[in-house]
């Protein structure tokens, strides 16, 4: 049973450039979130989806960052112009439907972005 | 959700039981405890949650106090692959999501 797939997992930007975060979820699973892990820190939740919905994005910077999940196919976590503050790694993790309290995330191994 | 509180760091010996505390005093009635623990450079994985009952698989046992405002993470016999940054996360029913803290380092010596 394949767990939460992430490519690539490593993404080399220059600056201004675009950075395009790809995430599978498990299968049978319809939730997915997106955190953030600077060098040293603990991760920080950014955004929860479900198909073609955005749950919440309360942790998601205000500018040049965005998600989806479509209908079909993996998630996306995009990131326009990137700075180097951008260099971080990015996890993404996945939970069937049901009471979110009571569902495990499982997570994928993370794509680490560097920004040069 | 509630803040949760782990030692930064401890030692635990090769093949014997590991006690991992944590406290989490301020817990509400419909929050649950649940572990973590990421090995360097991979993504977090998924140990084990309990709400009031105590919880055993096959990874790990959780202990919750009958006050809930403090648990324990038994590794019935740590190897060298347990040594990882473990995290206590309480999470409140129909929260989306988790909040890492700073974790505690566990480094299993042989």
């Known amino acids: 049973n394949a767990g939460v797939m992430q490519n690539p997992r490593h993404l080399v930007r220059r600056r201004g450039q675009e950075a395009r975060l790809r995430c599978s979820p498990m299968?049978?699973?319809?939730?997915v979130y997106w955190y953030r892990q600077l060098p040293e820190e603990g991760l920080k939740f950014m955004v929860y989806?479900?198909?073609?919905?955005?749950?919440?994005e309360s942790g998601m910077p205000k500018e040049r960052f965005s998600a989806e999940f479509p209908k079909e196919g993996p998630s996306i976590l995009r990131i326009q112009q990137v700075v180097r503050g951008d260099s971080a790694a990015y996890f993404c993790?996945?939970?069937?439907?049901?009471?979110?309290?009571?569902?495990?995330?499982?997570f994928g191994d993370g794509t680490r972005l560097s920004i040069l | 959700d509630a803040k949760t509180t782990q030692p930064p760091s401890m030692d635990c010996a090769e093949g014997r039981a590991a006690n991992l505390p944590c406290n989490h005093s301020?817990?509400?009635?419909?929050?649950?405890v649940y572990w973590y623990r990421q090995i360097h450079s991979q993504g977090p994985q998924y140990i084990i949650h309990?709400?009031?009952n105590n919880e055993t698989n096959e990874m790990a046992s959780l202990i919750i106090t009958e006050d809930r405002k403090s648990s324990t993470l038994i590794l019935p016999h740590a190897t060298l692959r347990d040594t990882a940054v473990y995290y206590c996360?309480?999470?409140?029913?129909?929260?989306?999501?988790?909040?890492f803290g700073k974790g505690n380092q566990v480094v299993v010596i042989p």
């Open positions: 301020t817990i509400s009635g419909n929050e649950y």
């Open positions: 989806l479900q198909k073609e919905n955005i749950i919440d």
């Open positions: 299968k049978g699973h319809s939730h």
């Open positions: 309990g709400l009031k």
């Open positions: 993790a996945s939970s069937p439907a049901g009471r979110q309290g009571n569902q495990p995330q499982h």
């Open positions: 996360i309480v999470r409140v029913e129909g929260n989306n999501r988790l909040a």
